[in-house]
């Protein structure tokens, strides 16, 4: 199984589209964009997470898409970020992405430290997704209860979790000792990946 230079490609230009969702999210809790609307405004924040969470989802598969397309054959019409991510999770258990941190150990060293907490966690994902996907949609006039999305965090808590996650994270490669780091906002301020070995060594993207 392999990750090919194209896929990891595909994982970066995923990732670039998490950081201009981002950037439309930390827009719209300081008030620099506005409908005028804070209930429309509210639903634009979810659908921009919801969105972001999706290319998660996407980026994902592409780095495992030759594992993942031999078990989904039709893989490209795969829409469901959460059904995407319980598929990876059978066939590559430790694919979601890591959240580390980068400590320089001299002019050539770079050490990655796991980030402790503050991130993005697997089961917020499937939590923050089915609950911006309720916020996005329209209420059937029939369906009693409330009508109450509780995210039990701001929109723009959420949003700096997802990028503590991906700021700088790490990914398993399916079947591979290669690991990939990606840096969300690279030299040129796009996402940038570097390919090598858990003990160090390899390029990048």
Avoid at 171 to 177: D, N, P
Wanted: proline share 5%.
């Amino acid at each position: 199984m392999t990750t090919s230079e194209a896929d990891k490609l595909a994982y970066c230009r995923g990732m670039d589209q998490v950081s201009r969702r981002l950037q439309l999210i930390s827009a719209l809790v300081a008030g620099r964009i506005t409908t005028g609307d804070e209930s429309a405004d509210a639903e634009i924040g979810c659908l921009q997470v919801r969105k972001a969470l999706e290319q998660v989802a996407y980026a994902s598969l592409a780095a495992s898409r030759d594992t993942y397309s031999q078990a989904r054959p039709q893989f490209e019409r795969e829409w469901s970020a959460t059904k995407i991510l319980e598929r990876l999770e059978k066939l590559h258990p430790d694919f979601y992405p890591v959240a580390v941190s980068p400590v320089r150990l001299n002019p050539n060293r770079v050490h990655f430290e796991l980030v402790a907490d503050g991130f993005l966690t697997r089961d917020d994902f499937v939590f923050l997704y089915d609950k911006c996907s309720d916020a996005i949609h329209d209420w059937n006039p029939y369906r009693e209860g409330p009508r109450v999305v509780e995210l039990q965090r701001p929109i723009g808590e959420w949003a700096q979790r997802i990028e503590k996650l991906l700021a700088w994270h790490r990914i398993r490669l399916v079947g591979q000792a290669d690991i990939l780091v990606i840096h969300l906002y690279g030299p040129s301020g796009r996402a940038h990946v570097f390919t090598g070995s858990p003990t160090g060594g390899g390029g990048s993207r």
